[in-house]
């Protein structure tokens, strides 16, 4: 199917696209979807089930349909709740929630379907735990081995068996040492989603999450990774009518604004966080949007509130710093940091490449300056490429030595660039000590 025009944040806006789930497989994300209905609607009406895929999370191509009559429900159904799918094993398997208490699954060679159901019934069915078996999602450990964790205030996992189809061994309760969500204190929320970063495992219950050591837990609560300092103001103003009153009013705004359920993902060596929205008029409870934004972690393993805003991810604007931790592409590069809010891409030298696609708004020739540290007493340089490391050199900066640690320069180089949308692409030289550190970089 033909890519969706390019949009910032919410994607693919308008249609019903919600529960966003992504999995990243040959260089391609792969958004597994719940489809809401209708504005109109004034309960969940999911009728079918959705994949898109993108390549740089701006342009969208719509992959195939799931229908319920496809799964072993074999009838039409409005309860085609949320899913995710993986690829192992070379095939590909969408599990999915078939309304509020039964998993199952289907298995296709292609995200382009056609899916087929192997089982004829659920994977996980209603009893096989004391909760609603609902709301799944799969983390394919170093190993090769995939979890299916699932569960609605009681979070469950299961080891899956080699063919993706039947269980390895019996479900296990994931242990919390503090129980958080939007209801407060003792209380999570379904939709729980597990995912592994810097050797740690993290469950999420969307904005909400805990860190273990181990997939089988415990895990320690960390709290949520949506504060109302670090969203864009169409983002994070709702009325106070439309928060359920049973809400914790500390987390109420922020997690009813974006609904609470989504996923965090690795693309091209940078986390994503993707969830539901509600932020544009005509969205409500029942008809939502889906946003994407960047997540940045501490050292200690802990994640630093995120910044959703209208331009999301994948694409920049001149005239803005554009804080380099936010790259869509690096090679040889370690993204760092603080918890002050401060961040650095570290460890450049010859052979460093950072790419930012989709700059927008260049109006002919102007310049790049750059925000950076070098300990290299002979400095370093970099070059300003189109599109990519082999592109044409655009402009060429050297970076002189800042002495001290303490010290951020600012640089600047002219650009010979034409009007419009560009992609760029950031190579460096020199700095053999590999001790230049760029933290922004800003085009005019």
Not at 185 to 205: F, I, N
Not at 409 to 415: A, F, G, Q, T
């Amino acid at each position: 199917m033909p890519l969706r025009p390019p949009a910032g944040n919410p994607i693919l806006r308008g249609i019903g696209l919600s529960d966003p789930h992504v999995f990243v497989h040959n260089d391609r994300a792969y958004l597994f979807a719940t489809h809401d209905f209708s504005p109109a609607s004034t309960w969940f009406v999911t009728k079918d089930w959705w994949v898109w895929s993108s390549t740089d999370l701006v342009h969208w191509r719509q992959e195939s349909t799931l229908l319920p009559q496809d799964t072993f429900w074999k009838a039409a159904s409005n309860e085609c709740w949320a899913g995710f799918g993986v690829c192992k094993n070379a095939r590909w398997y969408w599990y999915y929630s078939a309304g509020a208490a039964d998993i199952g699954v289907v298995v296709a060679d292609t995200p382009a379907g056609p899916w087929h159901d192997p089982l004829g019934r659920p994977l996980i069915a209603k009893g096989m735990v004391p909760t609603d078996s609902r709301d799944p999602d799969v983390l394919i450990d170093d190993d090769g081995h995939a979890y299916l964790v699932f569960g609605t205030f009681d979070y469950f996992i299961v080891r899956l068996a080699e063919d993706m189809i039947s269980l390895a061994e019996t479900p296990r309760p994931l242990v919390l040492d503090q129980r958080h969500g939007p209801y407060g204190a003792g209380r999570t929320d379904d939709k729980p989603s597990l995912h592994k970063h810097g050797g740690r495992y993290y469950l999420s219950w969307s904005s909400f999450y805990a860190v273990s050591e181990s997939v089988y837990g415990p895990y320690r609560y960390q709290g949520s990774v949506l504060e109302s300092a670090s969203l864009a103001p169409e983002f994070s103003v709702v009325p106070d009518s439309l928060v359920p009153p049973d809400w914790d009013q500390s987390f109420a705004t922020n997690n009813f604004r974006h609904d609470r359920h989504g996923n965090f993902f690795t693309f091209h060596g940078q986390t994503y966080f993707t969830c539901n929205d509600k932020s544009l008029p005509g969205r409500n409870e029942f008809f939502r949007d889906s946003v994407i934004c960047y997540a940045h972690y501490l050292e200690d393993g802990r994640i630093l509130p995120v910044r959703i805003d209208a331009i999301g991810v994948g694409q920049y604007s001149v005239g803005t710093w554009i804080p380099a931790v936010e790259f869509f592409r690096a090679y040889r590069a370690t993204k760092r940091v603080t918890a002050d809010g401060g961040s650095e891409v570290t460890d450049l030298g010859t052979g460093s490449v950072l790419i930012f696609p989709h700059v927008h708004g260049f109006v002919g020739d102007g310049t790049a300056t750059f925000r950076y540290q070098c300990e290299d007493p002979a400095g370093g340089t970099v070059e300003v490429r189109d599109t990519d490391e082999t592109g044409a050199v655009l402009g060429s900066c050297h970076l002189p030595s800042t002495d001290e640690r303490s010290d951020i320069h600012e640089v600047s180089c002219p650009l010979r660039i034409a009007p419009g949308t560009r992609s760029i692409a950031l190579r460096f030289l020199g700095g053999e000590t590999r001790s230049m550190r760029l933290m922004a970089i800003s085009f005019r």
